[in-house]
């Protein structure tokens, strides 16, 4: 399978599973628009190794034939830092428990994409602001932030997963590169830009 083909197949399963993702206000607007949900996780999984593209959409297969939503399950652990008492009282009982193992990969992900998300938006405030506030603090205005977003979603990946990503993180950090940076450049390739530069000035 090639890379784009890997990429739509992971994306119409997400897109699935994002239909039957209940929320506690209703059915979001953002269910509706499949072609911000296609932008958003493609220029992800654009910027990911084969490695990690393979590993997610194997475990995405397997969790489907199991009946588990894992993007459900993902919005539901958002609530361990934004509605703590609704998740121990509706979300904890009914998700698998994190392996305490996958705790550390995790902060070492997510601390990673804190400083690149800083150093984006230092260089580029008004797409930066257009986006989710960085860190946890943001919640508090009523917008889930990207740290409590990452570690949501991070805490739905298998051990495997963690384990290429955290790799990965330390090879981009080795080699002087942002993951932020990458993943917007193909944003607003997607969005019709040339450049995030050009898409910066626009707004």
Not at 197 to 202: I, K, V
Request: hydrophobic fraction near 35%; proline fraction near 3%.
């Amino acid at each position: 399978m090639d890379m784009q083909t890997m990429i739509e197949t992971i994306i119409e399963i997400e897109w699935e599973m994002f239909q039957h993702t209940e929320n506690m206000g209703g059915r979001a607007s953002c269910q509706d628009d499949f072609e911000t949900f296609y932008i958003m996780r493609g220029s992800q999984y654009a910027n990911w190794t084969d490695e990690m593209r393979e590993c997610w959409l194997s475990f995405l297969k397997q969790s489907q034939a199991e009946g588990r939503n894992l993007v459900a399950e993902k919005y539901g652990r958002m609530m361990q830092f934004t509605n703590l008492h609704h998740y121990n009282k509706h979300i904890k009982p009914f998700v698998p428990a994190v392996p305490q193992s996958h705790y550390n990969m995790i902060s070492t992900i997510v601390e990673a994409q804190i400083g690149w998300e800083k150093d984006f938006a230092a260089k580029y405030p008004k797409l930066s602001r257009a986006g989710r506030p960085v860190t946890s603090e943001g919640d508090l205005n009523g917008f889930t932030s990207m740290e409590t977003y990452s570690r949501g979603e991070l805490q739905t990946y298998p051990e495997e997963l963690l384990k290429l990503y955290t790799e990965y993180v330390q090879q981009l950090k080795e080699e002087g590169r942002n993951l932020s940076m990458m993943i917007q450049q193909t944003t607003v390739l997607m969005y019709g830009y040339d450049t995030i530069e050009e898409a910066e000035s626009s707004l």
